[in-house]
T-cell receptor, first 113, second 116 residues
Framework: EPEVTQTPSHQVTQMGQEVILRCVPISNHLYFYWYRQILGQKVEFLVSFYNNEISEKSEIFDDQFSVERPDGSNFTLKIRSTKLEDSAMYFC???????????FGQGTRLTVV | AQKVTQAQTEISVVEKEDVTLDCVYETRDTTYYLFWYKQPPSGELVFLIRRNSFDEQNEISGRYSWNFQKSTSSFNFTITASQVVDSAVYFCALSEARTGANNLFFGTGTRLTVIP
């Protein structure tokens, strides 16, 4: 069964460093999403992406965040200058259309030290 | 503005008991979607169900059932004959057609512990 793949599963980075989280969505999917879950808290929407553009973003998704689809298979989330409070689980998801079911990846746990 | 309330922070039940997880939502949209996800200790999000606002039929899937009531803005989830493997955090979520069915707004979750 096709699935959304996220790498790495766990990443440790120093405060102030740039980090890129990678996702390979399901191949025929056109809509892509990033969510964040700070440890012990709820899952929060960050951004949705379609046709090489951001279609929706939350208040959390400020200028330190960016997303990109650098090639035909990857979808990345870049955090420019990480802060301690960026430590969280980051989930990628994808869907065929805007309103069909989204499938979540296993998540990348980011730890900023 | 949208809001999802899961008032039960933690629930413990003994194996084989039934348990109901409550979810109350708020939205101004007439077209919206409601979801339940399971998050086991391993951390991934496991999709359980999605319902749209026009479909108030209750649903049963094995030991799981969902009760959607627009009159009370609730979408409650019942596990019958609970098992230890049901121990997890369960999230209710809402999305609005206006912003896209997959722009989910999650509740704070209910941690279910099933005691053997």
């Amino acid at each position: 069964e096709p699935e959304v793949t996220q790498t790495p599963s766990h990443q440790v980075t120093q405060m102030g460093q740039e980090v890129i989280l990678r996702c390979v969505p399901i191949s025929n999917h056109l809509y892509f999403y990033w969510y964040r879950q700070i440890l012990g808290q709820k899952v929060e929407f960050l951004v949705s992406f379609y046709n090489n553009e951001i279609s929706e973003k939350s208040e959390i998704f400020d200028d330190q965040f960016s997303v990109e689809r650098p090639d035909g298979s990857n979808f990345t989330l870049k955090i420019r200058s990480t802060k301690l409070e960026d430590s969280a689980m980051y989930f990628c998801a994808s869907s065929v259309t805007r309103d069909t079911e989204a499938f979540f990846g296993q998540g990348t746990r980011l730890t900023v030290v | 503005a949208q809001k999802v309330t899961q008032a039960q922070t933690e629930i413990s039940v003994v194996e084989k008991e039934d348990v109901t997880l409550d979810c109350v939502y708020e939205t101004r949209d007439t077209t919206y979607y409601l979801f339940w996800y399971k998050q086991p200790p391993s951390g991934e999000l496991v999709f359980l169900i999605r319902r749209n606002s026009f479909d108030e039929q209750n649903e049963i899937s094995g030991r799981y059932s969902w009760n959607f009531q627009k009159s009370t803005s609730s979408f409650n989830f019942t596990i019958t004959a609970s098992q230890v493997v049901d121990s997890a955090v369960y999230f209710c979520a809402l999305s609005e057609a206006r912003t896209g069915a997959n722009n989910l707004f999650f509740g704070t979750g209910t941690r279910l512990t099933v005691i053997p």
